[in-house]
Structures are given as structure tokens and as C-alpha cells.
């Protein structure tokens, strides 16, 4: 069974950067797992951010996010990241890691494996 834990939230003013991690582990994570990120804000269903397949090919990002976050992995080290740039308050949520076998996908309900999230806030 892998266990996904995110970190790397905050709190942080509009225009700035930080970098979410999603550690795997278990059962190996990167054999043919696609990862995602989702968001929740309060008050909002959770939606897709971004997601990539274990070999980093065939990546996917929500259009709100498209050109300033960037998502990556390294699967020597079971890890999963999300470089986020620009921030702004919108995307202030509380910020999912999941994992399902590949092929890759923006649907909530396809992803099978989930972490307890991190908060990321942005003010303006």
C-alpha cells in the first residue's frame, strides 16, 4: 500500500513562490503511478491543479494554474513536487497529493490514494 504525505504549505503574500512536496512510500511509487495535485478552498469542491505520469512524460494542468505552476517527480527518491509561481490569493486551499496507475488523470474520483494535505494561503 503507498502512503502519500504532502508538505512545503504556508503563508505567504501575493507574487511569491513556494515548492509542494509529496513523499511516497510503500509500496514503490514509482512503478507506473500517475500523481496529482488538487486543491479544496473553503467553502469550494476540491479541483484538479495538475498531474504527471511516472515516467513524466504526459503531464496536465488546470488552465488556472497553466504557466505558473510546475509539477516534477523523482522517483529515485519517491517524491512528487509542485513549483508554484506567481501566487495569488485564489489559490489559497488546502493543497491534495494522489496517486493511481497511470494514465494520468484530472478526475477526483479516478484517483484512489490520497494524502492529509497542505495549506497554502496567500494574501494580497
Known amino acids: 500500500q503507498v502512503q502519500l504525505v504532502e508538505s512545503g504549505g504556508g503563508l505567504l503574500q501575493a507574487g511569491g513562490s513556494l515548492r509542494l512536496s509529496c513523499a511516497g512510500s510503500?509500496?514503490?511509487?514509482?512503478?507506473?503511478?500517475?500523481v496529482g495535485w488538487f486543491r479544496q478552498a473553503p467553502g469550494k469542491e476540491r479541483e484538479f491543479v495538475a498531474t504527471?505520469?511516472?515516467?513524466?512524460?504526459?503531464?496536465e494542468y488546470s488552465d488556472s494554474v497553466k504557466g505558473r505552476f510546475t509539477i516534477s517527480r523523482d522517483n529515485t527518491k519517491n517524491m512528487v513536487y509542485l513549483q508554484m509561481n506567481s501566487l495569488k490569493p485564489e489559490d489559497t486551499a488546502i493543497y491534495y497529493c494522489?496517486?493511481?496507475?497511470?494514465?494520468?488523470?484530472?478526475?477526483?474520483?479516478?484517483?484512489?490514494?490520497w494524502g492529509q494535505g497542505t495549506q497554502v494561503t496567500v494574501s494580497s
Open positions: 504527471t505520469n511516472w515516467r513524466g512524460g504526459d503531464i
Open positions: 510503500g509500496r514503490t511509487f514509482g512503478g507506473s503511478y500517475s
Open positions: 494522489d496517486a493511481r496507475m497511470d494514465p494520468v488523470s484530472t478526475i477526483e474520483s479516478d484517483y484512489d490514494l
